[in-house]
């Protein structure tokens, strides 16, 4: 079992900035690729970002530019950077993982507990 815990989130005024942190834990897996998803009030979840584990990286076209995400493999933690925050990246921001089990050769994905980020002055 992998157990995801984000952090990080709060409130930002606009143009402001801010970094938010999702760490696995637990045993006989390995880590594939970890992203970023967010979910606004009445909207779908969206994908915003995602890193595989060689380092491959896709953006949202709305955050190209604003958004950084990163991973720290030795402490199985994907980072996101988010510069020039703007009110619309307010929601919820979920992280997502994806593990190889190394005894049952199966894969899984895990979804964190979520995060609020709130973009407003």
């Known amino acids: 079992q992998v157990q995801l815990v984000a952090s990080g989130g709060g409130l930002v005024q606009p143009v402001g900035s801010l970094r938010i942190s999702c760490a696995a834990s637990?045993?006989?897996?390995?880590?594939?690729?970890m992203g970023w998803y967010r979910q606004a009030p009445g909207k779908q979840r969206e994908l915003v970002a995602v890193?595989?584990?060689?380092?491959?990286?896709n953006y949202a076209d709305s955050v190209k530019g604003r958004f950084t995400i990163s991973r720290d493999n030795a402490k199985n933690t994907v980072y996101l950077q988010m510069n020039s925050l703007k009110p619309e990246d307010t929601a919820v921001y979920y992280c997502?993982?994806?593990?190889?089990?190394?005894?049952?050769?199966?894969?899984?994905?895990?979804w964190g507990q979520g995060t609020q980020v709130t973009v407003s002055s």
């Open positions: 890193i595989t584990n060689g380092g491959t990286i």
């Open positions: 997502n993982v994806n593990v190889l089990y190394s005894y049952t050769y199966a894969y899984r994905d895990y």
């Open positions: 637990g045993s006989g897996f390995r880590l594939n690729t």
